[in-house]
């Protein structure tokens, strides 16, 4: 029988030398292999009874051909197989691993993986809570200290960023998952090119904007649907903060390569600093000087170049593998970058076009409705962002699963776990949500007026809140797989339903409250074909 196999393989770009040993009559082989798939013995590249029964049936026909008196192959003997039957070997493992047998890499525990998905998404909630929580404190500032009429100004012009902000999420997840491949193979220049050809994308992208902003204002948000006056109001805070276009998709990418890594403080950190620096900002700017709607802009584009400055010198200092180092991409990397970039650049503009329908939307409406509807949008958007770190772990683990070749069952238990994580949380930010604008609506805005109209577009954000962080972890997911195609048209197909809704709905006169439900609908379309695909 088979007695000794050698062979080297490399995972991650460390070689593991393979080698075992067995004796004795076929009927001992079930418990060998057994033994060596548990991984209590060495470690292994046989992987189940087709490799076993290829080796044996290699063997035989070597014995049969050999000339008289020698014998390669034989059950005393400890001479290796031929590259051959290696060979061979190894497309065995492929088709049983394909038929999930046990897999190479021991999946961890669920204890282990919930725990690893809660230290990493624990952390990481600061990077994806950067532009929401500015929104959020320059309407909170604004609601406290302003007046009604600069905080409905506040709307045109966060329908813009937020625009922005989603188009270029594109840049996200290309980031995560070229570096995350890139590390899981012990390959940092690599990792570096790709973090720099990001950089590059990121960097013209936001200058390009921001010449845009700082020039156009007053076009652009008139683009919007917006009141005339809301726009003349609002347009010295979009040049002001036009200029930090850059640093947001910088931010973006610094951070996404940060969390490829599973390194998810140094964004906190960062991040966390220029949201106090923002806060205190607003303070003093609104209330000292009497800046309005002007000083939020002034704090808000300070905290963001902060936050770059920051995250630059702690994450990429040069005690950290992968630095910022001029490294030109290679030819590969762009063409790479294009196949993967169309689908998802689609899937962002999509969801940018659905969110900016729906804001000009609520633009539209008479100043108590637009402020009502600001106010919520800036929790509802917070909240809602607190769910995505579960769709980066999505992307960084279940690639992670796929390099290491774990197997089919390995992943699905870890998607079964997150889904569950998302929907844990989702139910816990709803209810959250509800108490805030129905108990405490003077926690953001302080004139009276705006209550029972926040208190009316509760039910619908509640909603569309628990279907959020599922999405976004299905979402993940196929990012993941690869499959882009089919993600871009569940959100093409999500935007449009999400645009007749809310064309019905105005031609109708409906209020504030009668648009929420089409963030409901524009969730639950996503969910639903993001669930049909992926169990077939």
Same mark, same amino acid.
């Given at each position: 029988?088979?007695?000794?196999?050698?062979?080297?393989?490399?995972?991650?770009?460390?070689?593991?030398?393979?080698?075992?040993?067995?004796?004795?009559?076929?009927?001992?082989?079930?418990?060998?292999?057994?033994?060596?798939?548990?991984?209590?013995?060495?470690?292994?590249?046989?992987?189940?009874?087709?490799?076993?029964?290829?080796?044996?049936?290699?063997?035989?026909?070597?014995?049969?051909?050999?000339?008289?008196?020698?014998?390669?192959?034989?059950?005393?003997?400890?001479?290796?197989?031929?590259?051959?039957?290696?060979?061979?070997?190894?497309?065995?493992?492929?088709?049983?691993?394909?038929?999930?047998?046990?897999?190479?890499?021991?999946?961890?525990?669920?204890?282990?993986?919930?725990?690893?998905?809660?230290?990493?998404?624990?952390?990481?909630?600061?990077?994806?809570? #950067?532009?929401?929580?500015?929104?959020?404190?320059?309407?909170?500032?604004?609601?406290?200290?302003?007046?009604?009429?600069?905080?409905? #100004?506040?709307?045109?012009?966060?329908?813009?960023?937020?625009?922005?902000?989603?188009?270029?999420?594109?840049?996200?997840?290309?980031?995560?998952?070229?570096?995350?491949?890139?590390?899981?193979?012990?390959?940092?220049?690599?990792?570096?090119?790709?973090?720099?050809?990001?950089?590059?994308?990121?960097?013209?992208?936001?200058?390009?904007?921001?010449?845009?902003?700082?020039?156009?204002?007053?076009?652009?948000?008139?683009?919007?649907?917006?009141?005339?006056?809301?726009?003349?109001?609002?347009?010295?805070?979009?040049?002001?903060?036009?200029?930090?276009?850059?640093?947001?998709?910088?931010?973006?990418?610094?951070?996404?390569?940060?969390?490829?890594?599973?390194?998810?403080?140094?964004?906190?950190?960062?991040?966390?600093?220029?949201?106090?620096?923002?806060?205190?900002?607003?303070?003093?700017?609104?209330?000292?000087?009497?800046?309005?709607?002007?000083?939020?802009?002034?704090?808000?584009?300070?905290?963001?170049?902060?936050?770059?400055?920051?995250?630059?010198?702690?994450?990429?200092?040069?005690?950290?593998?992968?630095?910022?180092?001029?490294?030109?991409?290679?030819?590969?990397?762009?063409?790479?970058?294009?196949?993967?970039?169309?689908?998802?650049?689609?899937?962002?503009?999509?969801?940018?076009?659905?969110?900016?329908?729906?804001?000009?939307?609520?633009?539209?409406?008479?100043?108590?409705?637009?402020?009502?509807?600001?106010?919520?949008?800036?929790?509802?958007?917070?909240?809602?962002?607190?769910?995505?770190?579960?769709?980066?772990?999505?992307?960084?683990?279940?690639?992670?699963?796929?390099?290491?070749?774990?197997?089919?069952?390995?992943?699905?238990?870890?998607?079964?776990?997150?889904?569950?994580?998302?929907?844990?949380?989702?139910?816990?930010?709803?209810?959250?949500?509800?108490?805030?604008?129905?108990?405490?609506?003077?926690?953001?805005?302080?004139?009276?007026?705006?209550?029972?109209?926040?208190?009316?577009?509760?039910?619908?954000?509640?909603?569309?809140?628990?279907?959020?962080?599922?999405?976004?972890?299905?979402?993940?997911?196929?990012?993941?797989?690869?499959?882009?195609?089919?993600?871009?048209?569940?959100?093409?197909?999500?935007?449009?339903?999400?645009?007749?809704?809310?064309?019905?709905?105005?031609?109708?006169?409906?209020?504030?409250?009668?648009?929420?439900?089409?963030?409901?609908?524009?969730?639950?379309?996503?969910?639903?074909?993001?669930?049909?695909?992926?169990?077939?």
């Amino acid at each position: 029988m088979l007695e000794c196999f050698c062979a080297a393989e490399g995972f991650g770009g460390v070689q593991q030398q393979t080698c075992c040993r067995v004796a004795g009559s076929t009927s001992r082989l079930p418990a060998v292999v057994k033994t060596l798939a548990s991984g209590k013995g060495p470690p292994v590249v046989l992987t189940g009874w087709v490799a076993a029964l290829l080796a044996l049936r290699r063997g035989s026909q070597r014995r049969d051909r050999a000339p008289r008196g020698r014998q390669p192959f034989s059950s005393h003997s400890s001479s290796c197989l031929p590259r051959v039957t290696l060979v061979k070997l190894a497309l065995a493992r492929a088709a049983v691993d394909s038929l999930d047998a046990p897999a190479l890499a021991v999946a961890p525990s669920n204890v282990e993986r919930v725990r690893a998905v809660l230290q990493f998404a624990g952390p990481a909630l600061a990077a994806c809570l #950067a532009d929401p929580a500015m929104g959020l404190v320059d309407a909170w500032c604004l609601g406290q200290s302003a007046s009604t009429l600069e905080l409905a #100004a506040l709307g045109p012009n966060l329908t813009v960023f937020n625009f922005i902000t989603y188009s270029c999420f594109f840049l996200s997840a290309i980031t995560t998952l070229k570096v995350t491949s890139a590390i899981s193979e012990n390959d940092a220049d690599t990792a570096e090119r790709n973090l720099c050809g990001s950089l590059l994308v990121a960097a013209c992208l936001g200058g390009l904007m921001a010449v845009i902003l700082v020039t156009k204002p007053l076009a652009v948000l008139a683009a919007t649907g917006a009141r005339w006056d809301l726009c003349t109001l609002g347009s010295s805070y979009m040049q002001v903060r036009g200029l930090a276009a850059p640093a947001v998709l910088i931010a973006l990418v610094l951070n996404s390569g940060l969390l490829a890594q599973k390194d998810t403080t140094t964004p906190f950190k960062a991040i966390a600093l220029s949201i106090v620096f923002n806060v205190i900002g607003d303070i003093v700017l609104i209330r000292v000087f009497n800046l309005g709607l002007l000083g939020t802009a002034i704090a808000t584009t300070a905290g963001v170049w902060l936050s770059v400055v920051c995250t630059v010198c702690l994450g990429y200092g040069p005690h950290r593998r992968v630095r910022i180092r001029w490294r030109p991409p290679r030819g590969e990397f762009w063409s790479s970058f294009c196949s993967a970039a169309a689908p998802l650049m689609l899937f962002s503009a999509t969801t940018s076009f659905g969110w900016a329908v729906f804001q000009a939307s609520a633009t539209t409406l008479d100043v108590l409705s637009c402020a009502a509807h600001q106010a919520v949008w800036a929790v509802w958007c917070v909240l809602t962002m607190v769910t995505y770190p579960l769709s980066q772990a999505a992307q960084v683990f279940l690639t992670e699963d796929l390099s290491l070749r774990r197997g089919r069952r390995s992943a699905l238990r870890l998607v079964r776990l997150i889904l569950g994580l998302a929907l844990t949380w989702g139910c816990a930010l709803a209810l959250i949500c509800g108490a805030l604008l129905t108990v405490v609506p003077s926690a953001l805005v302080r004139d009276a007026q705006l209550w029972p109209l926040m208190q009316a577009i509760a039910p619908h954000a509640c909603m569309s809140l628990v279907l959020a962080g599922s999405v976004q972890v299905l979402e993940g997911v196929m990012m993941a797989i690869g499959d882009t195609r089919c993600l871009a048209a569940a959100q093409l197909c999500s935007t449009v339903v999400m645009a007749c809704f809310l064309r019905i709905a105005m031609k109708r006169g409906s209020g504030i409250a009668d648009l929420w439900p089409a963030v409901t609908l524009f969730y639950g379309v996503r969910a639903l074909m993001h669930t049909l695909r992926l169990s077939v």
